[in-house]
């Protein structure tokens, strides 16, 4: 090959790469429109479904606690020196609790969630793919989109706000805990003080697009291990392709979100 | 005993992969009560004939009548009503690796029997695992099972809807002689307990002189001799006497 043909070379795949990022969400796209036909339409697996919100709601509680403690210990931590020094340490309280509910505790739990969850969800499906326990329950009559897909996609969607919710308030706990590091506050004072600031305007947009969240977690991970093809290497590859698509997806929809509520 | 009426009647089945022309035309009667031994080189389409028959594989062209049903022409809810008159047996058992093995054979039970009750569903679930020997791994989950014992778990969770065809994807890969055997010989005894038409697939000569009334070898995509596997043995093809060495 000669070196003056190397960017055409370098064109051609790149534009392979973009026609397989088109493709790729168009098919998702389709796995999503499949869901919704088919989750509207009976049987419906109740059963299924309080497990999965189980494994996925409650499972996942430790995890999320730990990490919005953290989170509000943190930006405690970090904000109070700069607000002290324009004396506006009272306002701390109110601002931990605004960035929280707005932006750092649906945004990290739902990262935290696509890393644990959609993760969980590609491999679990993909192994079933690859060891055709999906083909088995398809020849036994059995619609495998429907128990497999309907519910886990359901459940993150229900679940995904409620753990959101959970971290937000964990956070504002941690949050208490730093600011009485370096100040003394009674509990009440301090959530007195912290929503003060924020409203229902505040909260309701913040909440609803964790529902996006939720169903982009789970429709992702769905979609990646249902469709993972043969061999025990695409089991990880579909883990690994959820995890980071999942991310990826919650970014932009937070990216819209806050678009949209900034027209509103 | 075989009758006179097909029960599986499939004409000029094609299927590709890409431009990997798998299945070219193939022809296949199977009749009520048959058990019919498929043959073949790995790729030579055996897997994809029998997917293609429960419809876990789109034909590209051609028609698969079972029970008289054109298969490629049915919507979802008929197909699975045929479905559910047949049995497959995956090569790797496909046990659902989350449920026991009494969940095993109890899912796809209370999903299309649901007019049974729990009561009925355990007796037909301890009487099939008692039919394969295995009564006393009810409790177990998949990963504490051999190869050979999953087979015999994956023969009775097949069973117990009470299939009239049964479909086999190579039932003794990956087992020892003794227990190939023992499979070979439990396929034999499900056959003759349930009478079931089976399609076997399969590498294992012993299995196939067991299990099999009339012996199918494949070559490229389309069926390339057919008999008794006492004919086919004393065949001077040099492609079908190569099985048999």
Known sequence: MEIKDLPAVKNNVISEHIREAFSEMGRTSLFGIRFFKEAFSPPYEFKELLLQCYNIGFKSLFLVSVTGFIMGVVLTLQSRPTLAEFGAESWLPGMVALSLIKEIAPVITALICAGKIASGIGAELGSMKVTEQIDAMEVSAINPFKYLVVTRVMATTLMIPLLVVFAGAIGMLGSYAGFNIHNHISVFRFFSKAFESVGFDDLIPAIIKTFFFGFAIGIIGCYKGYT??????????AANSAVVTASLTIFIIDMLAVQIIDLL | ???????????????????????????LNIRKGENVVVLGKSGSGKSVLIKCIVCLIEADEGSIKVFEKDITQLDNTELNEVRLKMGFLFQNAALYDSMTVRENLDFPLRRTHK?????????????????????????????????????RVGLA???????????????????????????????????????TTSIIITHDMACA???????????????????TYDELERSNDIWVKSFFN
């Open chain 2, 209 to 227: 002189k067991l299990t099999g009334d009339r012996v199918v070898v494949f070559k490229e995509g389309v069926i390339a001799a057919e008999g």
């Open chain 1, 228 to 237: 993972a093809s043969q061999g025990t290497e695409s089991v990880g590859k």
């Open chain 2, 115 to 151: 007019d049974l009750s729990e009561q009925e569903r355990e007796t037909m679930v301890i009487s099939a695992l008692s039919d394969v020997g295995l009564e006393k791994s009810i409790d177990k989950m998949p990963s504490e099972l051999s190869g050979g014992m999953r087979k």
């Open chain 2, 1 to 27: 005993m075989t009758e006179s009426i097909n029960i599986i009647e499939i004409k000029g089945l094609r299927k590709s992969f890409g431009d990997n022309q798998i299945l070219k035309g193939m022809d």
């Open chain 2, 157 to 195: 969770r097949s069973l117990i809807l009470k299939p009239e065809i049964m479909l086999y994807d190579e039932p003794t890969t990956g087992l020892d002689t003794v227990t190939s055997r023992e499979i070979s010989e439990l396929i034999l005894e499900m056959q003759n307990k349930n009478k």
